[in-house]
């Protein structure tokens, strides 16, 4: 028994998952004929009470997507110094858009709207144009830290009075309007686009949205086609999308109380200095001198047990749909005997 917990984009369909996928009728997508895809679209967008969505290969294309509709080349984008849109998607921000960041440090991952204020470029000729915020929600270096939903709030007003841009990445947001009690429509009012994805938390193989009003998301359809991501019969992959909205985000919480299970057996032990707050399904520790990330990492996999070791110093676990409880206490065991 492998028990892993690299990620949460490493589940396999389930049997009811395939079943949904080999029964998806379809058709060119291109052409805008896949009943499947129209169906997650649509379905996308009223569970958030915005206009459209677009269908798209992954969460970084989805990203990279808005990116590009919101700016133009040599504009500044706002966002947190541990953000995906930054760290993770190759320098797309400048290879795509051609735009330029301000990079916050925020509370883990998480910026503020006196932060962004302070931010945001004066209307100088020296100076680049801001022209969007992001956030990520929840943040995936932070720990799986969730906003409030006040600030979210509150940046959304400062975005308005200033002409800018409010865009979510929410490849986890599933976990946080589980964990926080929270509405998607809620998120569908505050932000002007919105990024989630199914293919991490959710157990989808592929596939990420990309959500917001029509004209934008028409305009995003363009940039798709553009970078290469106007699928066929991509329908087989919709309907595991349309089956996991439907069947799996309810569990999420149940990946959120395992998190915090393991978490309180890695806090106890002598060679962990910190770990992160668990507030999802996410769990970063750091180690004090004793040990190196990779040294643990290596330590765990003799046990079957596979992390990620994300800096030196910092380990990082993800619970998701293909961790079961056998694991969980399996995992709990294994910590528990580590010197
Ligand atoms: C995984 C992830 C994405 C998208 O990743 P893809 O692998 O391109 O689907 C975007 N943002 C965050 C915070 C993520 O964790």
């Known amino acids: ?20 996928m080999m029964k998806a009728k379809v058709g060119d997508d291109v052409f805008g004929e896949d009943p499947s895809i129209n169906e997650l679209e649509n379905l996308t967008a009223s569970m958030f009470g915005m206009e459209a969505a677009l269908f798209c290969p ?27 849109i930054y760290q993770y998607e190759g320098g797309g921000i400048a290879f795509n858009s051609g735009a330029s960041v301000k990079l916050l440090h925020g509370n883990t991952g998480r910026i503020n709207v006196e932060q962004v204020k302070a931010a945001i470029n004066p209307d100088d000729v020296h100076r680049a144009h801001t022209s969007l915020v992001s956030l990520e929600n929840t943040s995936n270096r932070g720990g ?71 004209d934008f998301i028409k305009k995003a359809r363009r940039v798709r086609k553009a970078f290469g991501g106007g699928m066929r019969q991509a329908g087989f992959i919709a ?18 109380v395992n998190a915090k299970k393991i978490a309180e057996t890695i806090t106890k032990k002598e060679f962990v200095k910190m770990v992160l707050p668990v507030e999802t399904n996410i769990i970063i520790f750091e180690l004090n001198d004793s040990i190196t990330a990779p040294e643990l990492v290596s330590k765990l996999k003799l046990e079957n047990i596979l992390g990620y070791a994300i800096a030196p110093n910092r380990v990082r676990l993800v619970l998701h749909l293909d961790i079961n409880t056998e694991m969980v206490n399996k995992t709990i065991d294994v910590f528990n005997e580590l010197k």
């Open 1 to 20: 028994m492998i028990i892993d917990f690299r990620s949460d984009t490493v589940t396999k369909p389930t049997p009811g998952m395939m079943e949904a």
């Open 58 to 84: 992954s969460g970084t294309m989805t990203n990279q997507i808005a990116i590009k509709c919101h700016t133009q080349p040599g504009d500044e984008v706002i966002c947190d110094e541990s953000s995906h």
């Open 144 to 214: 799986g830290s969730c906003y409030d939903f006040n600030e979210i709030i509150k940046l959304q007003t400062l975005c308005k009075e200033n002409g800018l841009g409010f865009h979510l990445d929410g490849a986890r947001l599933w976990n946080a309007l589980v964990a926080k009690n929270e509405t998607a429509k809620q998120y569908g009012e505050a932000f002007d686009s919105i990024s989630v994805c199914l293919s991490k938390s959710l157990g989808c193989p592929v596939g990420s949205l990309l959500i917001g009003k029509k």
């Open 239 to 256: 309907a595991a999308g349309i089956y996991a909205l439907e069947n799996n985000i309810d569990r999420l919480q149940e990946d959120h």
